[in-house]
C-alpha cells in the first residue's frame, strides 16, 4: 500500500468515485457527466495536486481524497477542508481507510491548517464513524425539506449497483 499524489493515470477512476460521491451527497442533485468530473479534476491537478492523495494498492488507485487549503477572509485563520474521500468496496473497514485518513491529517498539518473542516451528509453513516474515530466534533447540521422523498437514494443505487 502506497499513498501518493494523483496522476494522471488515476484520473479516469477518480472522476467515477466523484460522480459517487455527488449522488451519495446530492441524490437527484447530482452531477452524474463523468466529463464534467474529469475537467474539474484536471483543473484542479494545477493548483491543488499537493492535497490530492490516492491510495495505491498493486498499482492500481483503490481509494482517494482531496484536501483544499482554505482562509478565513474574516479573521484570516487558516484551515483545511476535505473535499472528497473515498475508498473501493474491497478495501472498506481495513487499515487502508486510516492510513488514507491519517495521511490527509498529516497532509493539513504540514501546511499549517489550525484546524481541519469537513462536510458529510447526513446518511453517509461509515464517513460520520471516520470523523468521529479521529477525532472530528460535529458542528453544523443542514436541515432540508423535499417533496421527492427517497428519489435520490433511489438513483444513487439504481446508478451504481454493481457498475464500476
Known amino acids: 500500500m502506497i499513498i501518493r499524489q494523483i496522476e494522471n493515470r488515476d484520473l479516469t477512476q477518480v472522476a467515477k468515485w466523484e460522480r459517487e460521491i455527488s449522488v451519495i451527497s446530492f441524490g437527484e442533485e447530482a452531477i452524474t457527466d463523468l466529463d464534467f468530473h474529469l475537467h474539474k479534476l484536471e483543473k484542479a491537478m494545477i493548483r491543488e495536486r499537493s492535497g490530492m492523495l490516492v491510495l495505491d494498492m498493486n498499482g492500481f488507485a483503490a481509494g482517494w ?47 499549517e491548517a489550525q484546524r481541519i473542516v ?9 464517513m460520520r464513524a471516520l470523523y468521529q474515530r479521529h477525532g472530528f466534533m460535529p458542528t453544523h447540521l443542514t436541515m432540508e425539506y423535499s417533496d421527492h422523498g427517497a428519489v435520490g437514494e433511489n438513483k444513487r443505487d439504481e446508478l451504481f449497483d454493481g457498475k464500476p
Do not use: C
Open 118 to 126: 469537513g462536510h458529510v451528509h447526513f446518511d453517509n453513516q461509515p
Open 65 to 111: 481524497m482531496w484536501m483544499e487549503i482554505r482562509v478565513n477572509s474574516v479573521i484570516q485563520e487558516t484551515y483545511m477542508r476535505f473535499k472528497s474521500f473515498y475508498v473501493s468496496k474491497p478495501f472498506r473497514g481495513t487499515a487502508s481507510v486510516d492510513k488514507l485518513f491519517e495521511a490527509g491529517m498529516s497532509y493539513a498539518k504540514q501546511q
